[in-house]
T-cell receptor, first 112, second 113 residues
Framework: EADIYQTPRYLVIGTGKKITLECSQT?????MYWYQQDPGMELHLIHY???????EKGDLSSESTVSRIRTEHFPLTLESARPSHTSQYLC???????????FGPGTRLLVL | SQKIEQNSEALNIQEGKTATLTCNYT??????LQWYRQDPGRGPVFLLL?????KEKRKERLKVTFDTTLKQSLFHITASQPADSATYLC????????????FGSGTQLTVLP
């Protein structure tokens, strides 16, 4: 079982609210990722980081932002949530030698 | 454009049989290919990685093949069990892409008792 945690697991909020999805890992991995996944669909990379103070946008455009102030922590923020942001958000980190990714349990977001 | 295709239909098989899942790709030159398992409401879990210079990889009841000429990987589960029921994802990392993965949409496997 990978040591990567996401909170909250489920979130229901109203339009216009600011939210932060938390992701933490205890494996000391430099690389971390955020994916968005709709039911039955593929994962889309929305943000990634290769270390502290490094963040990049992924191949799927997203209105969210991320920060990486500490190695173990990679939060994602939506300044003003909209119904189109309803989805599952998955955080992952990767081992630099094995190139595999370890995923958290995900946050299922519903914006009303 | 780059594309990854997995069995579009869900796969139902009888317990004890071998399940074979397909991953085809176009416009990639992958350094390696990975297979993950995803259960409903959970994040994917890594299963196997196979490199471009490897033809086959095994792990317990799992076997992966990789044909860079056909641009295809096959994922086999032998002696399947109901606990193997899940969605299986293939993922590619193209050479020079800074170690990012692109995932297929997955194949939903159901093993019937």
């Amino acid at each position: 079982e990978a040591d990567i945690y996401q909170t909250p697991r489920y979130l229901v909020i109203g339009t216009g609210k600011k939210i932060t999805l938390e992701c933490s890992q205890t494996m000391g991995h430099d690389k971390m990722y955020w994916y968005q996944q709709d039911p039955g669909m593929e994962l889309h990379l929305i943000h990634y980081s290769y270390g502290v103070n490094s963040t990049e946008k992924g191949d799927l455009s997203s209105e969210s932002t991320v920060s990486r102030i500490r190695t173990e922590h990679f939060p994602l923020t939506l300044e003003s949530a909209r119904p189109s942001h309803t989805s599952q958000y998955l955080c992952a980190s990767s081992d630099p030698w094995m190139e595999t990714q370890y995923f958290g349990p995900g946050t299922r977001l519903l914006v009303l | 454009s780059q594309k990854i295709e997995q069995n579009s239909e869900a796969l139902n098989i009888q317990e004890g049989k071998t399940a074979t899942l397909t991953c085809n790709y176009t416009n990639y030159s992958p350094a390696y290919l990975q297979w993950y398992r995803q259960d409903p409401g959970r994040g994917p879990v890594f299963l196997l990685l196979i490199r471009e210079n490897e033809k086959e990889k095994r792990k317990e009841r799992l076997k992966v093949t990789f044909d860079t000429t056909l641009k295809q990987s096959l994922f086999h589960i032998t002696a399947s069990q109901p606990a193997d029921s899940a969605t299986y994802l293939c993922a590619l990392e193209a050479s020079g892409s800074a170690r990012q993965l692109t995932f297929g949409s997955g194949t939903q496997l159901t093993v019937l008792p």
